[in-house]
Nanobody
Framework: QVQLVESGGGLVQAGGSLRLSCAAS????????MGWFRQAPGKQREFVAV????????LYEDSVKGRFTISRDSAKGTVYLQMNGLKPEDTAVYYC?????????????????WGQGTQVTVSS
């Protein structure tokens, strides 16, 4: 089992940047595909980005392509989401998730472990 703790959220103006971190403990993150999801008020949780266990492949939701980058430091057991060019519509609680199966997935139900989330608010 792995425990996930997100950090790095906050309030930023449109066009600004934030870097979210997800610290994993309990098991090495090389055992998991690692993803980021977000949930805005009144909306369902949605996929943002995912990276394979090796870090060799990534997948992004269309609206964040070219602006967000997922990466990992396996030695530190940490996954990152670099967010540039933030827009008000990016405002949400962002969640880190781990999937035991190696295949990439954009589905919430495919992930086995979740963090508690970190709030990102982008002002216009």
């Amino acid at each position: 089992q792995v425990q996930l703790v997100e950090s790095g959220g906050g309030l930023v103006q449109a066009g600004g940047s934030l870097r979210l971190s997800c610290a994993a403990s309990g098991r090495t993150i090389t055992n998991y595909a690692m993803g980021w999801f977000r949930q805005a008020p009144g909306k369902q949780r949605e996929f943002v980005a995912v990276q394979t266990r090796s870090g060799g492949s990534t997948l992004y939701e269309d609206s964040v392509k070219g602006r967000f980058t997922i990466s990992r430091d396996s030695a530190k057991g940490t996954v990152y989401l670099q967010m540039n060019g933030l827009k008000p519509e990016d405002t949400a609680v962002y969640y880190c998730a781990a999937r035991k199966i190696a295949l990439l997935s954009t589905m919430v139900s495919a992930y086995d472990y979740w963090g508690q989330g970190t709030q990102v608010t982008v002002s216009s």
